[in-house]
Structure formats: structure tokens, C-alpha cells
């Protein structure tokens, strides 16, 4: 396979393909984008993700040391419950 080394760098992704390059489902990108952990730019009625948001999001998961099951605990989806 060979790479044109004339193709502008995309600066910004639709959210699908920010999912695709997370590894994640589309609708996962939207709920990061609600929660306020993956940056979205809006150009008329188009949104758009900044490939330094996915690159950040990832910076920031593996700083924090994330291993998934869910959102972090500031998000609003992971309420404490309460004790039964």
C-alpha cells in the first residue's frame, strides 16, 4: 500500500471516525462528547472531532490510569448508588 505523501493531515473528524480510531461505538463518542470528555467543534450543523481531542482523551484516560467500565466517577453516569 503506498501513503501520497501530498495528502494534507485532517485536522477534524466526524464523530464515526473518532469512534473508529478510539475502538469504540459511535454512540460511546457521543456520550463522551455529552460528558464533556471528547471535544466536539461545530461548522454550521456539522460536528467535528479534533484529532488533538481523541489524542488528548487517550492522554488523559491513560494518565488517569483507566481501565474502563464506564465513565470516571466526576461524570453524571456514574452516581453513587445507594446501599442496599
Known amino acids: 500500500m503506498e ?3 501530498n495528502d494534507p493531515v485532517r485536522l477534524l473528524l466526524t464523530v464515526p471516525e473518532a469512534a473508529r480510531a478510539l475502538a469504540i461505538g459511535r454512540t460511546t463518542a457521543y456520550e463522551l462528547i455529552r460528558a464533556g470528555e471528547l471535544e ?3 461548522i454550521g450543523r456539522c460536528a467535528r472531532v479534533p484529532l ?4 488528548a482523551l487517550v492522554a488523559r484516560r ?5 481501565r ?3 465513565f470516571p466517577a466526576s461524570s ?7 446501599e442496599r
Open 3 to 5: 501513503t501520497n505523501t
Open 40 to 42: 466536539v467543534v461545530h
Open 52 to 55: 488533538e481531542a481523541v489524542q
Open 62 to 66: 491513560r494518565a488517569q490510569g483507566y
Open 68 to 70: 474502563g467500565g464506564g
Open 76 to 82: 453524571a453516569a456514574s452516581q453513587e448508588q445507594p
